[in-house]
Every structure is written in C-alpha cells, then in structure tokens.
C-alpha cells in the first residue's frame, strides 16, 4: 500500500531531551516536508527536500533539523526541544518537486514538550 | 505569508451548497484544496494551476482567479461526509518548492 509513514505518533518528553521523528515514504517520491499544526494556525512548513541530500527551510525552521540521505526517509530532528515546539506534526510527500503535484501526507505526530 | 481563507467557519445542513474562498497577497501559480476530518491527515482534493488545468477528484469544482490571485472551493448538495476542515495552499511561481497553507475553514454539515 502506497503511503507515509511516521514514528512515533504520540510522544512526551523534556525540556532539552533530543528526539528524532521519522519519516518513511514507499512511493519513491522525489520531494519530502515537514509541516506542523497548531490550533487557529493552520499548517506551516519548516524545512523541505527537493531530493537526496537537498534540503532547504520553510516557513518555521528555527529550532529543527532535517537530512535526507536516503530517498524514502525524512526525519525531523529537534536538538533541544522546547515548550513552545508542542505540536502536531505531518510529514508529507509528493511525486517531483514543485506545486505541480499533490502531497500525501502522514498520519501526523502529536508531540508534548514539558 | 499566508493565504486568508473565508468562512473561518461553516454550518450546513445536509443538501446545502457552500463556498470556501482562498485569497492571497502575492501572485499565484498554483491552488492546492485539502480536507482535513478530526484527528487525521489531511488528504488531497485538488489542484489548480496557472493556465487552467486542474487535477482532482471528478466531484470537487472549484475556481482560481489568477488575476485576482483567489481561489474558491465549491461544495454543492452536500453529505455528511463533507465535514471538516478545508485548506488551501498556495504556490508562487513554477519554480517554487513551497506550498503556503491558509489558517482552514470548518466546515460542519448537520442532518
């Protein structure tokens, strides 16, 4: 089945405490991003990849880190989480780079930051 | 920046048409529509180029005025099933990576 994935899909932690979210597409899709969903805000992207080892920022990107050294997967990296990074968060992808396309996206990760 | 959707919110009975509108600053090249139902992801209903093409689902209609730089959802006969949040996202130019999503607009369809 064609789809994104995204692990974990609920997670609490610290203040401070490095955590990764993970991000697997099967589709072999060239472009892969990260949003996050904040009540009233809607969705915001924070870093985007045209392809391996491209990656540029978003709207939002203060605070993360991605790589993409493999095609099918994304992750998210926060370094040293914050309260204010308690979020859902959807990673997506869609078949080339550009606005053309359709992106499919994750079943989301809700993430506490306390 | 992002584009201003209206409504910010909608209630409808079952039958009923609506019109969700996306607006935005900058000139657009393209208008993506996503509906988004509570506690899930949110799935792809269509999008609308510079130009006119379009591509999505066969019973969604919807407009993009390249001019006025909007863009309209319309939901005709409506089902409950129709209930949701509904985004739309826009892209600047042909070579722009970025997808800018507006704040959505919920919509509730009641019996």
């Known amino acids: 089945e064609a789809q994104v994935t995204q692990n974990p899909r609920y997670l609490i932690t610290v203040t401070g405490k490095k955590l990764t979210v993970t991000c697997s597409q099967n589709?072999?899709?060239?472009?892969m991003s990260w949003y996050r969903q904040d009540p009233g805000l809607g969705l915001r992207q924070i870093y985007y990849?045209?392809?391996?080892?491209?990656?540029d920022k978003g709207d939002v990107p203060e605070g993360y880190k991605v790589s993409r050294k493999e095609k099918r997967n994304f992750p998210l990296i926060l370094e040293s989480p914050s309260p204010n990074q308690t979020s859902l968060y959807f990673c997506?992808?869609?078949?080339?780079?550009?606005?053309?396309?359709?992106?499919?996206f994750g079943p989301g990760t809700r993430l506490t930051v306390t | 920046q992002q584009p201003v959707q209206s409504p910010q919110a909608v209630i409808l009975r079952e039958g009923e048409d609506a019109v969700i509108n996306c607006s935005s600053s900058?000139?657009?090249?393209?208008v993506h529509w996503y509906r988004q139902k509570h506690g899930e992801a949110p799935v792809f209903l269509m999008i609308?180029?510079?130009?006119?093409e379009q591509k999505g689902h066969e019973k969604i209609s919807a407009s993009f005025n390249e001019k006025k730089q909007q863009s309209s959802l319309y939901l005709t006969a409506s089902q409950l099933s129709y209930s949701g949040t509904y985004f739309c996202?826009?892209?600047?130019?042909?070579?722009?990576?970025?997808?800018?999503f507006g704040k959505g607009t919920k919509l509730s369809v009641i019996p």
């Open positions: 997506a992808s869609s078949l080339f780079p550009g606005t053309d396309y359709e992106q499919y």
């Open positions: 900058k000139a657009l090249y393209s």
């Open positions: 996202g826009t892209g600047s130019g042909a070579g722009s990576y970025q997808l800018t």
């Open positions: 609308l180029l510079k130009g006119g």
């Open positions: 990849s045209m392809n391996v080892e491209v990656t």
């Open positions: 589709m072999n899709h060239e472009y």
